[in-house]
């Protein structure tokens, strides 16, 4: 198990972050909210969970060990892979996904691409007595940190990162760029929400 990786960003791009370890530059999927706060150049620790597959190795990057700990506990639910806990940290702060579960709040789980109704339903049994209770000493809503990229190269690397193509990601971005504008600071976060109703409705 890859624990944690540290080193200088040597990359940011399509929802990934190349860190240098000891000379060897490692791929790590996050979130965009992580992807946000990182800065090429500059040097970063990220807890990592390693995803194995037949066809692949994926490692999975996160702030910190708590959110590493809430992906595995995700994950490990049936119907649920990488990606789509991945989706949910992505939308949630893990102390938020403890709080939607305890409560039962099912819209909190509709909130996140590819849950409807009857999946939020059996995630909220399923996570029940799994993802612990509220700490209580973390905000519910997770912030989306000021990054250095700009709010629309910081959509469109969420988006691909979640699996859309280079040119939806480029539709929804035009798509939402009026709401952008009517921010003297756009929210990342909630533009992502606005563009992913957009791709669903279209698909």
């Not at 990592?48 to 490990?76: I, K, P």
């Not at 999946?119 to 973390?138: I, M, N, Q, R, S």
């Amino acid at each position: 198990m890859i624990a944690f990786v540290q080193g200088p960003v040597a990359a940011i791009a399509g929802g990934v972050a190349v860190v240098e370890v000891g000379g060897v530059g490692m791929a790590v999927l996050c979130t965009p909210t992580t992807l946000a706060g990182l800065r090429v150049g500059e040097p970063v620790r990220l807890a990592t969970s390693l995803v194995v597959r037949e066809d692949s190795l994926t490692l999975f990057g996160f702030a910190d060990d708590d959110e590493r700990a809430t992906f595995e506990v995700l994950q490990a639910a049936p119907g649920v892979g990488p990606k789509l806990a991945q989706a949910m940290l992505g939308v949630h702060s893990p102390e938020a996904l403890r709080v939607a579960v305890a409560s039962g709040d099912e819209k909190a789980l509709i909130a996140v691409p590819g849950i409807g109704k009857a999946k939020a339903a059996k995630l909220l049994l399923e996570y029940k007595d799994k993802l612990g209770a509220p700490h209580g000493t973390v905000p519910a809503q997770k912030p989306v940190a000021s990054g250095p990229a700009p709010w629309h190269e910081q959509l469109h690397a969420a988006l691909v990162g979640l699996g859309y193509a280079p040119r939806e990601a480029d539709d929804a971005v035009a798509a939402v760029a009026p709401e952008a504008e009517s921010q003297s600071a756009p929210d990342v976060g909630v533009l992502l929400r606005l563009a992913l109703r957009g791709l669903n409705k279209a698909r």
